[in-house]
């Protein structure tokens, strides 16, 4: 079965960075044509998409966090890492991460907060 799990998360002030990172039991993050994203979700919210990463290297983020987040893969690790610069208050959400476009269970996510 297949485990993703997300970590990194914390408290920090606007401006400052932040990274998570996701990695996986059970299978690879990177198989066939799948891709590796992260999704955010704030309270009373809809899940939003946030970055993705393909198996080739090619990476797509959302524009709300364009110029600020940067993801990137180390297949070594079987990792994915979310590097978040400039946060602001509205990039307090849980973070979560999953394969696309087809899901594996999601996770519990890693809580990041900003705040003064």
């Known amino acids: 079965q297949v485990q993703l799990v997300e970590s990194g998360g914390g408290s920090v002030q606007p401006g400052e960075s932040l990274t998570v990172s996701c990695t996986s039991s059970?299978?690879?993050?990177?198989?066939?044509?799948?891709?590796v994203a992260w999704f955010r979700q704030a309270p009373g919210k809809d899940r939003e998409f946030v970055a993705r990463?393909?198996?080739?290297?090619?990476?797509r983020v959302a524009d709300s966090v364009k110029g600020r987040f940067t993801i990137s893969g180390d297949s070594a690790k079987n990792t994915v890492n979310l590097q978040m610069n400039s946060l602001k208050p509205e990039d307090t959400a849980i973070y979560y991460c999953?394969?696309?476009?087809?899901?594996?269970?999601w996770g519990q996510g890693t809580q990041v907060t900003v705040s003064s």
């Open positions: 999953n394969t696309v476009p087809v899901l594996w269970n």
């Open positions: 059970g299978g690879l993050l990177f198989q066939g044509l799948s891709a």
């Open positions: 990463i393909s198996g080739d290297g090619s990476t």
